[in-house]
């Protein structure tokens, strides 16, 4: 079965720092790979996704995605963090099994940038 | 466009009580979906449909129905309800079905405790 993993539950940093936030997956196939945020009290909303192409991809509100086959990472990355960053993040990827494709997410990442 | 909406936001019902979570879409897309987000376990995909007139099982089903008579609406019912439904319940939408690795779209949520 196709499956992401977000290893960390909870990523602290600084407001002004880098942040990254981490996604493998495992796929047979060729992987097809999403970021969604969700804030507090709200539905998820798309960040970026890789589909193929260049290995870093660019997604909204300044965020961008390294994508690294040898392994089989996905990670969120944002060169300079805001408070207003600070939400939950689920990485996500295409699963197709018997010819039916459907989504299937990770567990989350809550982001918390200190001011 | 109201994009995803749901109702309700919030629900409490009794062991055994039925209720259905309504979904409605306004960007004519056909493929929509309803998750459950529990803490620790991200989403997981209970229903899903491809189109009007054609649904379909996602990872956890059992204890819950669905229809499409419309291309706009996607209802989720709770046929007996159990404290394990005690959950947030996110209906999605996107323009084409998965294969095609459309964006999708959140709805706000209903947030359900089943006493």
């Known amino acids: 079965a196709q499956s992401v993993a977000q290893p960390e539950d909870q990523v602290n940093v600084a407001e002004g720092n880098p942040l990254t936030v981490k996604c493998t997956y495992s796929?047979?196939?060729?992987?097809?790979l999403f970021w969604y945020v969700q804030y507090p009290n709200r539905g998820l909303q798309f960040l970026l996704k890789y589909i193929t192409g260049d290995n870093l991809v660019k997604g909204s509100y300044g965020f961008e995605a390294e994508f690294n086959k040898s392994q089989t990472s996905f990670h969120l990355k944002k060169p300079s963090a805001l408070v207003s960053d600070s939400a939950l993040y689920f990485c996500a990827v295409r699963e197709s099994t018997s010819g039916t494709y459907k989504y299937i997410f990770g567990t989350g990442t809550r982001l918390k940038v200190l001011a | 466009n109201a994009g995803v909406t749901q109702t309700p936001k919030f629900q409490v019902l009794k062991t055994g009580q039925s209720m259905t979570l309504q979904c409605a879409q306004d960007?004519?897309?056909?493929?929509m979906s309803w998750y459950r987000q529990d803490p620790g376990m991200g989403l997981r995909l209970i229903h899903y449909s491809v189109g009007a007139g054609i649904t379909d099982q996602g990872e956890v089903p059992n204890g819950y129905n669905v229809s499409r008579s419309t291309t706009e609406d996607f209802p989720l019912r709770l046929l007996s309800a159990a404290p394990s439904q005690t959950s947030v319940y996110f209906c999605a939408s996107s323009y084409r079905a998965p294969f095609f690795t459309d964006t999708q779209y959140f709805g706000p949520g209903t947030r359900l405790t089943v006493l």
């Open positions: 796929v047979s196939g060729n992987p097809y």
């Open positions: 960007m004519n897309h056909e493929y």
